[in-house]
């Protein structure tokens, strides 16, 4: 007799959503990717990393990144059973490639300067893409938890 154990669906979940490229509609990226995280039952030390990315992601797309009337992207990306959460943020900047290394030579009494640092310190990892025909996509992986959610 073969008894198979029954398997729950997993679903990969996805979430895009174009903002302006403004300190509000970075701050409303953060809140947008708040939400989602707890409909998706993100574990809460997972989604406190994944919401300081978000944060500083979009803050970067809409400083940095920043072209007159064009918008950038967020979009969060969860596959349970790779148990992966991608945050990718997309602006219009492709001329302005993000380094890891700039962070480093920030002063110290600078206001500014070390958010890459930070997301290198939260995310498994993180790497920039370029988006034809003119911008970027910089996109982080955490990796989830498996368990119950908290």
Do not use: Y
């Not at 953060?30 to 809460?44: D, G, K």
């Not at 803050?59 to 064009?70: D, E």
Request: glycine share 6%; charged share 20%.
């Amino acid at each position: 007799m073969n008894v198979s154990t029954p398997h729950s669906p997993t679903t990969v979940r996805t979430f895009a959503q174009q903002l302006s490229s403004t300190r509000r509609g970075a701050r409303l990226a953060r809140l947008l990717a708040v939400a989602e995280f707890q409909t998706w039952q993100i574990p809460s030390a997972v989604a406190e990393r994944a919401e300081q990315i978000v944060a500083e992601l979009a803050a970067n797309a809409a400083l940095h990144g920043r072209v007159q009337g064009r918008d950038f992207r967020l979009t969060l990306h969860l596959d349970p059973t790779a148990g992966l959460l991608r945050i990718a943020v997309t602006d219009a900047r492709g001329d302005r490639l993000p380094s890891p290394t700039a962070d480093l030579t920030a002063p110290p009494d600078a206001e500014s300067g070390r958010g890459l640092l930070m997301v290198t310190a939260l995310a498994d990892r993180w790497v920039t893409e370029p988006c034809p025909p003119g911008g970027k996509t910089v996109w982080a992986e955490l990796t989830t938890l498996t368990g119950p959610p908290d």
